[in-house]
C-alpha cells in the first residue's frame, strides 16, 4: 500500500503544487533543477500505506511529524547555518534557526512515536519496556531521521539506503505487527521514489528524508529491547559526529564497493558543481 498511496500522493501534488512548482524546486549537486515535491508525496503516501497495513498512531506520528519538521527546514531554511554544531552555536548567538527547530522538533517526535509504540507493545505483550527504553527509542527515532537526511547529497543515495535498512525488517515475520507494516511501506514508498529520484529529476529534501528516516527508526524501536536500542544509538551518535568532520560523500566516492552501489541506476549528470539540496542537521562537511 505505500507503493501505491505515494504514487496517487505524488500525482496529486505534481498537479496541484502547493504555492506553485516553483517554491518546490531546487538545484541539486550537479546544479540541476529538482523539484522537492517527492517529498511529501513520500511522507503522506508512506504513512497511508502504513496505516492501512495496520501499523497505527506511532508511524502516523513518526513519518507526518518529522516530515513537517523537515518541510519546515526545505521551505523557510536559509541554510545560514550548517550542521548540529553550526545550529547550537546560532542559538547561544540568540538566532533561532529552522534547522534549530528541527532538532528539538525531531527529538519531540521520535520521543512521542517511541511512548505510543510502546504502549502498544506493552498492550500486545511483544517488547519488554520501561522509561529508559522509551527515552532511548526516542532518541533512535531522532536519530534516523538526521541520518537519513545526511545521506540524501545525490540522487538514490538515500533511497537505496532505505531499502537496505528496511526490507529486512519488512521480510522476517519475527517481531511486531507494527515494525513489520511500517518497514513494508517505507519499502514500497521507496521502490516507487526510486525511478525519478536516481534519474535526477525529483529528490526528498529534508522533508521525505526526515520521515523515512523516522519511520525505519520506528520499525527497529517496535522490535528491539533496551539493548538492541542502546546499540543502535550508539552508532547514529558516532555517525553523526563523525559527519561534522568527514564527507561521507568523499569517503563512498574512495571505497570501490560503496562507489559502484552509490552509482547503481543513476543518470549521468552534465555538471559535477558540488550544490548540496539538503540541510540536514550534521551536514558541516559537504
Not at 177 to 185: I, K, Q, V
Amino acid at each position: 500500500m505505500g507503493a501505491v498511496s505515494s504514487l496517487a500522493a505524488a500525482a496529486i501534488l505534481k498537479g496541484h503544487p502547493p504555492g506553485g512548482a516553483q517554491r518546490w524546486t531546487r538545484s541539486n549537486h550537479a546544479g540541476c533543477p529538482v523539484t522537492l515535491l517527492e517529498g511529501p508525496a513520500y511522507a503522506v503516501g508512506v504513512v497511508a500505506g502504513a496505516l492501512c497495513g495496520g501499523a497505527g498512531v506511532p508511524a502516523a506520528v513518526a513519518g507526518l511529524g518529522a516530515g513537517a519538521f523537515g518541510a519546515l527546514d526545505d521551505l523557510v531554511g536559509d541554510g545560514s547555518s550548517k550542521g548540529l554544531r553550526g545550529h547550537l552555536a546560532a542559538v547561544r548567538r540568540g538566532e533561532l534557526t529552522t534547522g534549530a527547530i528541527k532538532i528539538v522538533g525531531l527529538g519531540v517526535t521520535g520521543l512521542a512515536t517511541a511512548w505510543v509504540a510502546d504502549r502498544s507493545c506493552e498492550r500486545t505483550g511483544t517488547q519488554a519496556t520501561g522509561p529508559l527504553a522509551t527515552l532511548v527509542g526516542g532518541a533512535v527515532v531522532a536519530g534516523s531521521a538526521n541520518m537519513v537526511n545526511l545521506l540524501d547529497l545525490r540522487p538514490g543515495r538515500a533511497l537505496k539506503v532505505v531499502l537496505l535498512l528496511a526490507v529486512p525488517f519488512a521480510s522476517f515475520g519475527r517481531g511486531s505487527h507494527l515494525s513489520t507494516a511500517t518497514a513494508a511501506a517505507t519499502v514500497g514508498a521507496a521502490m516507487v521514489a526510486l525511478p525519478d529520484d536516481l534519474a535526477g529529476r525529483t529528490m526528498l529534501g529534508d522533508t521525505g528524508a526526515n520521515s523515512a528516516g523516522a519511520l525505519i527508526g520506528t520499525a527497529l524501536v517496535a522490535r528491539a529491547d533496551l539493548r538492541g536500542r542502546l546499540l543502535a544509538l550508539a552508532a547514529l551518535t558516532v555517525l553523526t559526529l563523525a559527519s561534522e568532520k568527514v564527507s561521507f560523500t568523499k569517503v563512498i566516492e574512495s571505497t570501490p564497493g560503496l562507489r559502484h552501489l552509490d552509482a547503481l541506476g543513476r543518470s549521468p549528470q552534465p555538471s559535477t558543481t558540488a550544490v548540496h539540496h539538503g540541510r540536514p542537521l550534521g551536514d558541516a562537511v559537504p
